[in-house]
């Protein structure tokens, strides 16, 4: 994602959208001089055979992304929040399905 | 394609121990590395060679397909190579897409192709004289990238398996294309049939080196095989891709240009497979080292189009700038 080059085409991110009622997800990259032209290539790159209704293009630079080296300290304190998941209280089976 | 990727890959790394050993412990448990995991210098290096060597490939592949494009015999098979050759160029770009995750720029690759260090498959060197290598390439040379690429759908490094996987989805149609195209030839006049063979006389041997050299001659097979970057080796793969052409070739009532081939039933553990005559090893090795009759042509054609395409590049890039620029004057106007 270096941006350094000189003219250097400019990186986005490509999101697609299958179809209505499911979120857009990560598909890929493109390099492209403006929006206009990023959301063309992804039609063309990632959209052939009807994968989607709806296209993302994101500057890849413009992207916030957390460290892997964090990931113990980001998403480990949820492992031993056990009361969080449903399983953890025991209901009598005369209660019925809840 | 692909296995070829590898050839004179620096596998080498320098980390410590300790950290080596956690990273094979991961590649053990099959956990995905994802493109900002620490990984070795050499599991990075091969990966962007590979990948690299593999997105290459799709686009000077785009070439010999490309040259019959305007001579295809009807408009529905104009319209079926159309489409294959767009898939071509679309898996290029899954591809690189892939490889810049790794750190390398778009620029750098498309340099060392057009200056020749990076490589791409051996089997696009060869000229397409006839219309019937159409249909033999999407039947065999696909069908040998599909028997390669079907394991890389699982390979250890996240971003490439994705790309593997649509490209998986794609090759299929390119396959099936291909072989309705030599069954119509195969099934027409004699005229039509002889071409068909004369045209997998052609190909069949370039075909089998595609997987590239033998295990006991592939230096770095192993250490790609531990990274899980490949699962199979070159020779496991060759011997899948011959058992399940054979009949195909049957069907068709053309024959491989092997007067050694022969069924045994004690190969692939007595479930039976084909032992198939030797390869030329030179051949294989001239067309790598730059020899092969379209070398030449092919990194020529590559960088015309690079260079023709110039202008289009900095129009695009002036006109955003442009743009960007009167859209930030108005927005100060307009405060």
Request: some cysteine; aromatic content about 10%; glycine content about 8%.
């Amino acid at each position: 994602m270096s941006e350094t080059v000189k003219n250097e085409v400019p990186l986005w991110e490509v999101f697609i959208r299958p179809r209505n009622g499911l979120s857009h997800k990560h598909c890929g990259s493109v390099h492209a001089a403006d929006e206009v032209m990023a959301l063309q290539a992804a039609r063309d790159v990632y959209t052939r055979r009807g994968e989607g209704q709806s296209i993302w293009v994101v500057r890849s630079k413009d992207i916030v992304a957390s460290d892997p080296q964090d990931k113990e300290e980001l998403f480990e304190p949820t492992a031993d929040k056990i009361y969080r998941h449903p399983t953890f209280y025991e209901i009598p089976d005369e209660v019925g399905h809840m | 394609m692909y296995s070829q990727g590898l050839i004179g890959a620096d596998t080498s790394t320098e980390e410590s121990e300790e950290f080596l050993r956690a990273f094979q412990e991961r590649i053990d448990a099959e956990q995905k590395i994802e493109p900002n995991d620490v990984m070795p210098a050499g599991y990075r290096k091969t990966l962007i060679r590979q990948i690299g060597q593999h997105a290459h490939s799709e686009i000077v592949g785009m070439l010999p397909e490309g040259n019959w494009i305007t001579r295809a015999p009807t408009l529905k098979r104009k319209a079926a190579l159309l489409a294959k050759v767009q898939d071509e160029g679309g898996h290029g770009l899954y591809l690189y897409s892939a490889a810049e995750t790794l750190g390398v720029s778009r620029e750098q690759m498309t340099e060392e192709l057009h200056a020749g260090k990076a490589k791409y498959s051996s089997i696009f060197n060869y000229p397409t004289l006839t219309w019937a290598d159409i249909g033999t390439i999407g039947w065999l040379v696909d069908g040998a990238a599909i028997m390669n690429q079907i394991p890389l759908c699982r390979c250890s490094f996240g971003p490439y398996a994705r790309a593997m996987i649509r490209v998986c989805k794609e090759e299929s149609f390119h396959q099936r294309q291909g072989y309705e195209i030599v069954m119509t030839l195969a099934k027409g006049s004699p005229e039509q049939k002889a071409m068909a063979q004369e045209s997998l006389d052609r190909w069949w041997w370039p075909v089998l080196m595609m997987f590239g050299p033998h295990d006991s001659d592939s230096q770095h097979g192993d250490q790609s095989m531990r990274w899980k970057i490949k699962r199979f080796s070159n020779d496991e793969l060759r011997q899948k891709f011959v058992d399940a052409t054979i009949p195909q070739a049957e069907y068709l009532g053309l024959t491989v240009p092997d007067p050694d081939l022969k069924w045994n039933p004690e190969k692939n553990d007595g479930r039976g497979g084909y032992d198939f005559g030797a390869i030329d090893w030179d051949e294989f090795w001239r067309v790598v080292k730059g020899k092969g009759i379209m070398n030449r042509e092919r990194i020529r054609d590559r960088r015309k189009a690079w260079d023709d395409g110039e202008w289009v590049r900095e129009a695009a890039l002036a006109h955003a700038q442009k743009r960007a620029e009167r859209m930030a004057a108005e927005q100060q106007a307009a405060e």
